[in-house]
C-alpha cells in the first residue's frame, strides 16, 4: 500500500508556471507507476500525465503534451508535475495516483491523494 500527498498548488496568471510534488510512502513506494489527474468544477475527473516506475515511460493527455512535465525522483519516492504555459481552463483539483503498472494507472488507479487546487486567472 502507498500514501500520497501532494503539494505545490496555488494560484497562478495565464502563461505563468507552477510545479507540483507528489510524496509518496510506504514501503515499496519506489515500485509503483505515478500519475497525475484533474478535475474541474462540474466536470469529470481526467487524466494529465503518467510515468513508469523507474521513469523511463511516460504518458500524457493531449491537453497537457508540449506545456506539462511529468517526473520522479526515486530516491526522494517524488512524482512531478511542471507547468508551463498555464490557462485558465487548467484551473482543478490536481491528483496525484498510484498503481503497479503505467497502463492501469492511466485507467483506474487504486491510490489517491487528497488533492491540490491550481487557479490560473485570465
Known amino acids: 500500500q502507498v500514501q500520497l500527498v501532494e503539494s505545490g498548488g496555488g494560484l497562478v496568471q495565464a502563461g505563468g508556471s507552477l510545479r507540483l510534488s507528489c510524496a509518496a510512502s510506504?514501503?515499496?513506494?519506489?515500485?509503483?507507476?505515478m500519475g497525475w489527474f484533474r478535475q474541474a468544477p462540474g466536470k469529470e475527473r481526467e487524466f494529465v500525465a503518467a510515468i513508469s516506475w523507474s521513469g523511463g515511460s511516460t504518458d500524457y493527455a493531449d491537453s497537457a503534451k508540449g506545456r506539462f512535465t511529468i517526473s520522479r525522483d526515486n530516491a526522494k519516492n517524488t512524482v512531478y508535475l511542471q507547468m508551463n504555459n498555464l490557462k485558465p481552463e487548467d484551473t482543478a483539483v490536481y491528483y496525484c495516483a498510484a498503481d503497479m503498472s503505467l497502463r492501469v494507472v492511466i485507467t483506474l488507479p487504486r491510490y489517491w491523494g487528497q488533492g491540490t487546487q491550481v487557479t490560473v486567472s485570465s
Open positions: 510506504g514501503r515499496t513506494a519506489s515500485m509503483y507507476a
